[in-house]
């Protein structure tokens, strides 16, 4: 039987960056509306956006009743040669880590942003040296949050990245050490078949349950996804567009999902992430209280 923490991000309220954008809402609204709409467990997000200081960090989560789960390191690493060398990312992760560290979070979201092109295209010439070279910087980041922090850093593959395919997630998986944040959303537009029942999710959570301690919940709106493939639309203005929706919608089967995640005995976090960018004031509050119902009538969190 699984035991589920159910979390949120801001994320949901359309805040990809530090500075609030896309969406614009402002961290006080999010932490509110975070609360009221039933959550307790958040992942940071950009880091930046909320309360960079402890002590108004502490002060802005415990008046309303919420707990850090995880951290959040989103960055370009195809700008970056080494992990710890004279252009490395190491020194970008220490107060980050001691953030994540002094609010008894456990796990650090490695998510990349590198320029593969609208459609990865740029991705196809690699050779085994290159891919080689971006593998030992996620397992050097992963042993120095581990080793100097206690902290345990999930990969996060995403739409339009290094790691985004089925293929190269298992590329990683047998490089490195590192275990996954497995985003159901990202991995049915990328590895599904787009169809209603979209079985691409529960497979991969079965065939890698002892990689798989965190989780990204998010949904595959049919027919814009539909739309994206027939015109060959790139995956920004997809997501501009919607083409990920509330999580009782969609391609992806959460019924079975969580049927899947109780044969794993899955024990870990489940983060909520609508990614609704253009939408998010008008609606973000209203899908974050639809979210969580739709998983509390499923019993995810009990």
């Not at 998510?111 to 397992?139: A, T």
Request: proline letters at 4%; one cysteine or more; hydrophobic letters at 35%.
């Amino acid at each position: 039987m699984s035991k589920i923490t159910i979390a949120t991000a801001p994320c949901s309220w359309g805040v990809w960056y530090a500075d609030g954008t896309p969406s614009g809402v402002p961290s006080e609204v999010f932490l509110d509306q975070a609360s009221a709409a039933g959550y307790k467990a958040l992942e940071l997000g950009p880091d930046g956006y909320l309360p960079s200081d402890p002590e108004e960090l502490k002060e802005a989560l415990d008046s309303r009743g919420l707990f850090v789960a995880a951290g959040t390191a989103c960055w370009a690493f195809d700008q970056f040669d080494s992990f710890d060398g004279a252009n490395g990312f190491i020194e970008n992760l220490d107060a980050l880590c001691s953030r994540i560290k002094q609010f008894d979070g456990s796990y650090l979201v490695a998510m990349d942003e590198s320029d593969v092109g609208l459609y990865s295209e740029k991705k196809s010439g690699y050779n085994p040296q290159i891919w080689n070279r971006y593998l030992n910087m996620f397992q050097a980041l992963s042993d120095f949050t581990q080793a100097e922090y206690d902290i345990k850093t999930v990969y996060h593959p995403h739409i339009k990245s290094l790691i985004e395919t089925t293929e190269e997630i298992e590329r990683l998986l047998e490089y490195t050490d590192l275990d996954l944040c497995f985003d159901t959303g990202h991995h049915a537009y990328v590895n599904g078949n787009g169809q209603k029942g979209d079985p691409s999710v529960s497979a991969f959570l079965r065939k890698y349950a002892d990689r798989i301690p965190y989780l990204h919940l998010k949904q595959v709106d049919g027919q814009i996804y539909k739309k994206v493939m027939d015109e060959h639309i790139d995956s920004d203005t997809a997501f501009d567009i919607g083409v990920m929706c509330d999580l009782p919608d969609g391609i992806i089967d959460f019924v079975d999902v969580k049927k899947t995640l109780d044969e794993i005995d899955f024990e870990g976090i489940a983060v909520v992430e609508s990614d609704m960018a253009g939408e998010a004031l008008h609606r973000a509050f209203d899908s974050a209280k639809r979210n969580i119902a739709y998983l509390q009538e499923g019993k995810w969190d009990k």
